[in-house]
């Protein structure tokens, strides 16, 4: 009578601790199966069959951990148009269940992926390139600029094209000094350059005696090309801060080379219009330097020139509305506050500069911000088309999580189910 008593208290204790379990490691299975249904709807389009299923094994195992109370589980990927299902499943060991003959407990979870229509994708990266991103900062920056090139790149079945583009940003930009495409372009200004001179005359006493008197004098010389490292300024306000066409009529309107580049940043890396090289993306990501003070207004009002389709670079789609519009993106990444630009060192007033940039490049398309430990977050944070688009990066190495999350969210990738 008494064990016939206590068995059913028994099996409703038990019932409640291992349902708790479960549901743990139903949250764990969850995590698992859509983290691998995102990861793995970048290449799928790309994938056999078996190469599918393989790469799903291998992301759902390195996600899935569920310790000794469980299996290790199995995953089963299927792909549909626009869309990839993944469902994965596990068993509980039971512990308190096992004296109902209750040994374990099915769990599984169902993840299924999808992508919006197929479209023009356009992706610009503006890259703090400063001295303070010397060292880790840059070598994760890399890792994390390369990452997001090979996911768009595996994934450009889904689109109609893809196309992204690098602007490496100090206090100026820089373009290939030797190129007669930018050594005789129109939309670059080389004003002539100002320099001091001694100036020394000969003059007489009331005595009659001579003597030289000298001042510096302030003269001008035409641009030296041949002595030009590639460096460009901001224009002429108010076109530092917006997209406006380069106009040879409007000399405001064009972009001031440097004949002799600032703090060091010779060795900044060329800026890359939008291209479907991918190869000679990676090798210009590869190749970036760490030089300069910081400029965030210059790298958004060249990241607006190249997203856009009219000179000086014209790689951009043209404007337009409706679902099969060409999608715009711009990333802006920098790990400290502004410095210096063309006309201050004022940080206060180049801020007010980038809030503009920041407004006009609100209009051409869809703005991520990433503070890498350093710079000033409420800037960052109001350039960012969206809150959820600004990242705070604490440590060099998180900054991969923000490009895969910019990746997902540029690739259109959303859990619907």
């Not at 691998?36 to 790469?55: F, R």
């Not at 199995?74 to 994965?88: D, I, M, S, Y």
């Not at 300024?233 to 917006?242: F, M, N, T």
């Amino acid at each position: 009578m008494f064990a016939a008593a206590v068995l059913p208290i028994v099996g409703t204790i038990g019932f409640a601790v291992d349902y708790s379990r479960a549901a743990e490691v139903k949250a764990q299975l969850v995590a698992a199966v859509d983290s691998t249904a995102l990861a793995l709807a970048h290449s799928s389009v790309n994938l056999t069959d078996a190469e599918l299923q393989k790469k799903a094994n291998d992301l759902f195992k390195g996600n899935f951990k569920p310790g000794e109370v469980s299996s290790d589980g199995t995953v089963k990927a299927e792909r549909g148009t626009a869309q990839l299902t993944v469902n994965g499943s596990a068993e509980l060991k039971t512990s308190f269940l096992r004296v109902l003959n209750i040994s374990t407990l099915d769990v599984s979870a169902h993840s299924k992926v999808i992508w919006g229509a197929k479209q023009d994708i356009e992706v610009v990266m503006a890259l703090d390139n400063t001295g303070s991103m010397a060292g880790n900062k840059l070598s994760e920056l890399k890792k994390a600029a390369k990452e997001l090139v090979d996911t768009l790149e595996a994934n450009k079945g889904n689109y109609k094209s893809v196309k992204i583009g690098l602007v490496p940003f100090a206090s100026t930009v820089r373009v290939t000094p030797t190129s007669n495409t930018y050594k005789n372009a129109t939309w670059i200004r080389f004003d002539q350059v100002s320099y001091e001179e001694e100036v020394c005359t000969t003059k007489k006493k009331k005595n009659g005696d001579t003597y030289q008197s000298c001042e510096d004098v302030t003269k001008t010389r035409d641009f030296n090309k041949s002595a030009w490292q590639g460096c460009i300024w901001d224009r002429d306000q108010p076109y530092d801060v917006d997209d406006t066409t380069a106009d040879t009529s409007k000399s405001k309107t064009l972009y001031p080379a440097v004949e002799s580049c600032p703090s060091s940043e010779s060795g900044l890396q060329v800026v890359q219009p939008m291209t479907t090289d991918f190869n000679k993306l990676r090798t210009a990501i590869s190749n970036m330097n760490a030089a300069g003070t910081t400029n965030v207004t210059i790298g958004i009002s060249w990241g607006m020139s190249l997203l856009s389709n009219q000179k000086p670079f014209d790689q951009g789609s043209a404007a337009t509305t409706g679902d099969n519009a060409a999608k715009k993106y711009l990333i802006i990444l920098t790990d400290g506050e502004n410095t210096k630009n063309r006309f201050t060192t004022n940080t206060a007033t180049i801020d007010a500069r980038t809030k503009l940039a920041c407004k006009a490049a609100h209009d051409m398309g869809t703005i991520f911000t990433i503070r890498m430990i350093d710079g000033d977050e409420s800037l960052l944070k109001a350039c960012a088309s969206d809150p959820a688009n600004y990242y705070n990066v604490e440590q060099a190495a998180d900054v991969s999580t923000a490009f895969r999350a910019i990746g997902n969210d540029i690739g259109g990738l959303r859990v619907a189910e």
